[in-house]
């Protein structure tokens, strides 16, 4: 794409920005991930039981707008305490229409994406739906080739294809231990998944890097929460969208059960289920805020491998609550082979992007020394002499950027 004619120098946005607080940020963000990410399927698997709310498209679309709602108010909250900066992008400042065009992308198709992962994710047992998940590094890779000109190293592309491996043997072990049978319409809804999720992360990059990069409109002051609101209010009217047209209700009498519409059902579940329904948009709105921080950070490659290796807690999760009420959770050693796979293939991978950032930041400093002896200048920095001073500051920075 044009807009990423700078792609060698946007590459490494996340580390110029926050400098040596960098990978320590970046440790942090993915460890959110897949924590949150380990919860918010068994959560919201518990609420689509037949007795509660089994409209898994429509429960996407009202926690995904709650949590455009929530995220816009504490965007607007951060601009009133801080309308002393004037230069500082904020959801109904200038520009907006700008910013939408960016996140119109992946705000459509994170939508799309929720609403089929959640009817798939209702369709099958949770252990099947991961074994369903395991390509979606794959896409994920050819989204971030054609979308955001990411070239992977022969190293990388080991790692990846081992992560890949691992899920699908982690996946398969899962399958056969459990019900992997479905009807072919459950299969290939899970399977539309992955292909969906490699789209959201390429786009979601794409918007990442446009509307946060030093050089645009803006000065790159459009943080994760502003772009994640915008992103949400789009994504929650697509899975809305979706919900009247697959869940607006049945009242054929051929059928042997009728079913309310989503709206109408939600309305006549008692206050403690809604609550809990809705009650989800509060871990979806720290995952999400969480990934656009890490997607800005990293790129679309790393942020698919995270998101690879998180079946390994999802598995652990899904299985333990999964066997609660039949069989108690056993490991098999083809389990440890498929997590052993997925661990060592992203500790390599992880090892390998670590050297080549330090690399790459030895490589920006030495020509700035080499500069600066030359002309006898020195940079000191104001709190180097008090090393939690220049701690807070650094996550004080990140913080508020963010």
């Known amino acids: 794409m044009a807009a990423l004619d700078t792609n060698s120098d946007i590459s490494g946005l996340g580390q110029r920005r926050f400098g040596n607080a960098y990978h320590t940020l970046l440790a942090v963000s993915i460890f959110v991930f897949w924590s949150f990410v380990s919860i918010i399927p068994v959560y919201n698997k ?37 309308s002393n900066d004037t230069t500082r992008s904020w959801i109904l400042g200038p520009h907006l229409l700008w910013k939408i065009k960016w996140c119109f992308p992946i705000g459509a198709l994170f939508g799309l994406k929720y609403g089929v992962t959640n009817l798939g ?17 794959v896409w994920t890779v050819v989204g971030a080739y054609f979308i955001n000109a990411e070239v992977v190293s022969t190293v990388e592309l080991f790692c990846l294809a081992g992560c890949i491996v691992g899920s699908i043997i982690l996946g398969w072990s899962i399958g056969n231990s459990s019900q992997i049978s479905a009807p072919i319409f459950a299969i290939l809804i899970n399977l539309t998944s992955p292909i969906l999720l490699g789209l959201c992360l390429a786009t979601l990059r794409l918007a990442c890097t446009e509307l946060m990069r030093p050089d645009n409109r803006v000065g790159g002051t459009v943080s994760s929460m502003e772009l994640t609101s915008i992103k949400l209010v789009l994504s929650s009217s697509v899975a809305l969208i979706l919900a009247c047209l697959m869940e607006g209700g049945n009242d054929d009498e051929t059928k042997d059960e009728a079913k309310d519409s989503w709206w109408v059902a939600f309305l006549e579940l008692n206050k403690s289920t809604q609550l809990g329904v809705i009650g989800g948009a509060a871990l979806i709105a720290v995952f999400q805020v969480n990934c656009t921080f890490l997607t800005f950070l990293s790129s679309t490659v790393t942020v698919g491998l995270v998101g690879q290796v998180k079946i390994i807690p999802q598995w652990i999760l899904a299985t333990i609550t999964s066997s609660r009420k039949t069989t108690g959770f056993e490991v098999h050693k083809i389990n440890v082979l498929g997590a052993v796979c997925i661990m060592a293939s992203a500790a390599v991978y992880a090892i390998y992007n670590y050297s080549k950032s330090q690399q790459q930041l030895q490589e920006e400093i030495l020509p700035k020394e080499d500069e600066d002896s030359c002309t006898g200048k020195t940079h000191t920095n104001e709190n180097e002499e008090h090393p939690l001073l220049a701690s807070i500051d650094a996550v004080g920075r990140s913080a508020y950027t963010q």
Do not use: E, R
């Open 121 to 137: 994710l209702h369709l099958v047992p949770a252990p099947t739906h991961l074994l369903l998940q395991s390509t979606d590094l």
């Open 46 to 82: 518990f609420f689509f039981q037949k007795s509660l709310y089994p409209y898994p498209i429509a429960t996407a679309g009202i926690q995904l707008g709650f949590v455009s709602i929530l995220l816009a108010g504490l965007n607007i909250l951060q601009h009133q305490v801080s």
